[in-house]
């Protein structure tokens, strides 16, 4: 079992940790081969055989497919690899924050024009769980 | 003999580059950011610094998870402008002072400090948005720059302490510098920011304030922040502000705050950013 760490208490927050960058290896490193244009062109012509030449765990592989970042980052992505994989996309990273937010791009940068999202009622699990009844 | 004159915090949202680089920074939400950077300008040019050090963070661009020095060095006498995935950003290659970077190198590690020492090394957003933001777009950068890269990506980032107490060693070292050079430093990274799953986009002002007003007076305080707090209040990416303390570190105890600004937002970021002088 992993280990229990003050900061699992942040709500909506995943610490990239020694665990899990060890977690995340492969999919992080497949993240930043998108870096050389000749990587991002075989991606483009197939990415599932792009994939496969990493050993990445299934679940990792399917998430990548998905775009599914909350997915990627509780297998171990690291947003500052990920987003070789939304650039790679022509997605900036209020595109991806809002997808992970759950919201549209349209109200997430809205919020943050209006100050962000406030620290009040998001400092800890027990102020989300008191939220949301 | 080589002395620091001042330092300049300041965020590095790549946004703000990507701005100035697609000739954005006229539109109405990035003149509100680089407004606040006119005086900066002003001051840069009037003090002109005959080097910058400059402490920043990779972003899983020079550096992988392959290799994660936490703090490292540039010691090379150029550092090429990185493709982080979009094509290079249009700014002159950072030129370096390997004189200097080896003498510093040399003096904190001999202080303790078991710096990684590179000479080979792309630069980031993280440290060319920071000299865009204070000399605009100029040919080429008016002085040498030589990057610390601090790690902040993979946890644990060193304590505020200890990069204070780096910024510490550094002042000495620049000091023992055999040549007569003025040299500022550069914090960057932060404010409060939030770049990941669903609390994302969380900021901070209260906190990032009070850490603005404490720079100048009472840095001992901020070296007591812990990575919990900090994460907890600023966000997981505000963690970033750890690299400020160097730059404190490396300036007198008493200092001239010169200018402060603080804005919200660029794209998911608070920006922050002080000039502060040596007040003798």
Known sequence: ?133 | MARIIGGVTTSHVPAIGAALDNGKSGEPYWKKVFDGYERSKEWIRKVKPDVILLVYNDHAVAFSLDIIPTFALGCAAEFPVADEGWGPRPVPKVIGHPELAAHIAQSVILDEFDLTVVNKMEVDHGLTVPLSLMYGQPKAWPCPVIPLAVNVVVYPPPTGRRCYALGRAIRKAIKSFDQDLRVVVFGTGGMSHQLQGPRAGLINSKFDRSFLERMAKNPKALTKITHLELMREAGSEGIELVMWLIMRGSLDEKVKEVHRFYHVPASNTAVGHLILENAK
């Open chain 1, 1 to 133: 079992m992993a280990k229990a760490h003050d900061y699992d208490d942040i709500p909506g927050t995943t610490v990239f940790d020694a665990q899990r960058s060890r977690q995340g290896y492969h999919l992080n490193m497949f993240c930043m081969s998108l870096m050389k244009p000749g990587n991002r062109a075989d991606f483009k012509a197939g990415e599932r055989a792009y994939l496969d030449r990493y050993p990445m765990s299934e679940a990792q592989k399917q998430a990548v497919l998905d775009r599914d970042w909350n997915r990627l980052i509780s297998l171990g992505g690291n947003i500052y690899y990920l987003a070789k994989l939304f650039f790679n996309d022509q997605k900036s990273f209020q595109h991806v924050a809002a997808i992970m937010t759950g919201s549209t791009q349209e109200e997430y940068a809205k919020m943050m024009i209006n100050g962000g999202r406030p620290v009040q009622g998001n400092r800890s699990k027990k102020e989300w769980a008191k939220k949301r009844g």
